[in-house]
């Protein structure tokens, strides 16, 4: 096979098992669709009870999405998923192979899933009434978050290596939808400026 | 310069600062150790308040530890520390570029950012008085957390690829101090034997 038919065949088994309202699907949703790649979104849905199901739970024994099946590989976790993706399909762009920018890169994959975990993702799960948890503490620990990020992206057009890579895909969503968490933006005028840079991205899809 | 030279050169500007009870430093340290880079560690003293002086907040504004210096480049975040390690240094063995490989290995760093932060790691900081938070929460999540590890290691030698990698190197330290924060690991044998053999890989060093 040429490498553009193992490309498409491969692009062809892409399947997202996905919850339209998650902001953790969200991060797939948009890398897939930065990196051009078609896939299939395999609905759950979690009201009926489905992250608990027998089959779900054999495609992760975590109950949660997003899942990736790519070929014969299942992956859990947004940002693995994500790292995934760029460094299959990103051309060595959007997760650069050089080891110093990697890291600096890597710095803001771990924000992802520990302060924006933490932060504005939890205020919003808990204001929504899906997790339980003490609010006030979520919406502080968001504030300080966006704090640190405003103030990084003060000279800055990305998060890392004057290009947008897979650290900005995967702090998009939460940042973006941090008002639902009763988390105000207003404050934060570089952060919703490069909310502004990731959404003029080709291929940019919306949460 | 020869490549001996130069890797001696990188090696000798490698400086971390580090709090010795911090298993986020215990981390990096691990992973230094095992891929056998000379390193000079620069303490820093917490309880005199070094983590918000202006000095500290300057090589890392999040006012934490631990925070690498090689060269040029300085890295904060535990996790992105030891991955940039693996990738320069490893020789590919402790962080795979092979995609799907890579993909594995990095839904393991996300459980130690994620997961493991929130559940052991929480436990042991809030039961020494050291964070704020709910202890009893923070225990049903590490023993979620070890359970999915355990079940998970019930057929494997180690947590992907079939050898130690950088997965290996960040998820030991907390979950070896499980008991730290009461969260007791006698029902978890596979973590256990694990453990076990995390600490007899050549140039392991304890937490």
Redesign the interface.
């Known amino acids: 096979m040429t490498p553009r038919i193992v490309a498409a065949w491969y692009a062809r088994m892409i399947a997202l098992y996905d919850i339209p309202n998650s902001g953790n699907c969200a991060k797939v949703r948009l890398m897939l669709s930065l990196l051009g790649l078609e896939h299939e979104l395999r609905p759950i849905d979690y009201v009926k009870g489905e992250l608990a199901s027998p089959a779900h739970r054999a495609r992760n024994?975590?109950g949660q999405v997003p899942v990736l099946v790519?070929g014969d590989?299942t992956?859990?976790?947004s940002?693995?998923?994500c790292?995934?993706l760029a460094?299959?399909y990103g051309k060595g762009g959007w997760l650069p192979e050089d080891?110093?920018a990697?890291?600096?890169v890597?710095?803001w994959?771990?924000?992802s899933?520990?302060e924006i975990?933490?932060g504005p993702s939890r205020a919003r799960g808990i204001k929504a009434g899906r997790i339980a948890?003490?609010l006030g503490?979520a919406q502080a620990l968001a504030l300080r978050a966006l704090g640190?990020m405003d103030?990084?992206l003060a000279a800055r057009l990305w998060l890392e290596t004057g290009r947008a890579t897979v650290a900005d895909v995967v702090c998009y969503p939460y940042t973006k939808v941090a008002a639902e968490g009763d988390v105000p933006l207003d404050r934060f005028a570089n952060v919703t400026a490069w909310h502004g840079r990731v959404e003029a991205l080709p291929g940019f899809v919306a949460f």
């Open positions: 024994p975590f790519d590989l992956l859990r976790d940002q693995a998923i790292l995934y460094k299959r080891a110093p990697f890291g600096r890597m710095q994959v771990s924000f899933a520990n975990a933490n948890g003490d503490a640190l103030q990084h």
